[in-house]
């Protein structure tokens, strides 16, 4: 089997005072299959304990932390993901703190991604003639 990105499956999450909740977050997401993390913090008061919660993640190499401030930098840092790492991973998904990915059925969060990519696109709504 031919090795073609360093990761299958990368999130990216733009954090803000979230100490207390990214761990659970990470742990959940990593059982589940995802094995990249890309953390931006946007000017977190709790940066201290952000860094003592993501230490032993950023040590295994499964979280890449990055300082990001400023004001509306959540769609910036997205930005910043895919033009730093869209060939790092195969999939790169983008989520808030309270998002979590929830497959059905006992099926690999891998699987049920291939399946969605494969389905074909939704007819277009509202589409206008061209004559």
């Given at each position: 089997?031919?090795?073609?990105?360093?990761?299958?499956?990368?999130?990216?999450?733009?954090?803000?005072?979230?100490?207390?909740?990214?761990?659970?977050?990470?742990?959940?997401?990593?059982?589940?299959?995802?094995?990249?993390?890309?953390?931006?913090?946007?000017?977190s008061?709790?940066?201290?304990?952000?860094?003592?919660?993501?230490?032993?993640?950023?040590?295994?190499?499964?979280?890449?932390y990055?300082?990001?401030?400023?004001?509306?930098?959540?769609?910036?840092?997205?930005?910043?993901?895919?033009?730093?790492?869209?060939?790092?991973?195969?999939?790169?998904?983008?989520?808030?703190?309270?998002?979590?990915?929830?497959?059905?059925?006992?099926?690999?969060?891998?699987?049920?991604?291939?399946?969605?990519?494969?389905?074909?696109p939704?007819?277009?709504?509202?589409?206008?003639?061209?004559n």
């Amino acid at each position: 089997m031919q090795i073609l990105f360093e990761n299958e499956i990368a999130l990216v999450i733009c954090v803000k005072n979230e100490s207390p909740y990214i761990g659970e977050w990470l742990e959940y997401h990593h059982q589940i299959g995802v094995d990249k993390f890309y953390v931006y913090d946007n000017d977190s008061e709790d940066r201290s304990e952000l860094l003592r919660v993501l230490d032993p993640w950023i040590e295994s190499k499964i979280v890449e932390y990055v300082e990001f401030p400023g004001a509306i930098a959540q769609v910036a840092s997205y930005m910043d993901a895919v033009e730093k790492h869209r060939f790092d991973c195969r999939y790169m998904g983008f989520f808030d703190a309270d998002e979590f990915l929830v497959p059905k059925n006992n099926r690999s969060l891998i699987d049920v991604i291939d399946e969605i990519f494969k389905l074909p696109p939704p007819p277009e709504k509202n589409r206008r003639s061209r004559n």
